[in-house]
């Protein structure tokens, strides 16, 4: 928790699920340390029901940062996902036109625009903080965590996947690919992870199910946009006819590890946190 005598509040930068609210509660659970921006479209309002907090539409930087000042918003996280309109359509105001200008390229990718809006709040000396600062051992540890131990098969899947992403990493696009006995059936794009295992299992072969990889972008900046797993990853993965999920150690995170390992053991499907660098060395 932040130094109770610096006598400052957490911000919470809501996006989908239950995940805002989770991190909120662990921080302080009274909830009189915390303040949520909720995003019209995306946050859902139970989430902040019952706790301090402003709405604003996507593009609203300066209203923002106006309002973490007055809530005397110390730190500021970012949780949940949100799925970026077209910036077309977006009411820009002039601090966002600005931040956009500035940031050239990683305008077009998620974790380059978060990294910008992150840049952007530390100018006005609030620090942005990632998830693990808070929930403790959410970061995924490397090893076998639930399930049977992959074949030598899956594991050529996993390095196929890995060697795909990595090569992707650099433009900014996709955390996730679905990979099935060397073939790539899916990469994630705007649609995220959920839809993208769903076009996965539609496309798989009638052999042993595909492997879902999750790792960290090239140059990712930690503090936001982290891949992410959970229960419902999990569950969405087996619905799908998947065997298992590779995630990358100490650069992803992993909720709600113990559901998820009841989950996995109960249906044969293997968790594991793997390092790159042992695997494509």
């Known amino acids: 928790m932040?130094?109770?005598a610096m006598e400052t509040n957490l911000c919470v930068i809501a996006g989908g699920g239950i995940l805002p609210r989770k991190i909120a509660d662990n921080f302080d659970p009274s909830g009189d340390r915390i303040f949520f921006l909720a995003l019209r479209d995306v946050t859902d309002p139970e989430v902040v029901a019952g706790r301090h907090h402003?709405?604003?539409e996507l593009g609203e930087v300066q209203k923002a940062i106006d309002a973490m000042h007055r809530n005397n918003v110390g730190k500021v996280v970012m949780?949940?996902?949100?799925q970026r309109p077209a910036l077309s359509s977006l009411a820009l105001d002039t601090r966002a036109l600005k931040m956009l200008a500035k940031g050239g390229l990683k305008v077009f990718g998620d974790?380059?625009?978060l990294s910008l809006v992150a840049k952007e709040i530390e100018k006005e000396g609030i620090k942005v903080i990632g998830i693990e600062q808070i929930?403790?051992?959410?970061?995924?540890?490397e090893g076998l965590l639930a399930g049977p131990a992959p074949t030598k098969i899956s594991w050529d899947d996993i390095k196929r996947g890995l060697q795909v992403l990595n090569s992707l990493g650099p433009c900014d696009v996709?955390?996730?690919i679905a990979v099935q006995e060397g073939i790539v059936l899916a990469i994630e794009a705007i649609e995220g992870t959920d839809q993208m295992i769903e076009r996965a299992g539609s496309l798989q072969r009638n052999v042993s199910g595909p492997i879902l990889i999750k790792i960290s972008k090239t140059n990712q900046d930690k503090r936001v946009d982290l891949p992410t797993a959970g229960p419902e990853t999990v569950d969405n993965a087996i619905r799908s006819g998947f065997q298992g999920l590779a995630l990358e150690a100490n650069n992803s995170l992993l909720l709600d590890k113990d559901r998820v390992i009841k989950i996995a053991?109960?249906?044969s499907f293997f968790v594991i946190g793997v390092d790159q660098?042992?695997?494509l060395q």
Not at 79 to 82: E, K, M, Y
Not at 135 to 141: D, W
């Open 2 to 4: 932040i130094d109770s």
């Open 54 to 56: 402003e709405w604003l």
């Open 79 to 82: 949780a949940g996902p949100i």
């Open 111 to 113: 974790d380059g625009l």
């Open 135 to 141: 929930l403790s051992g959410v970061l995924t540890k």
């Open 174 to 176: 996709g955390q996730s």
């Open 265 to 267: 053991e109960k249906n």
């Open 277 to 279: 660098s042992k695997i």
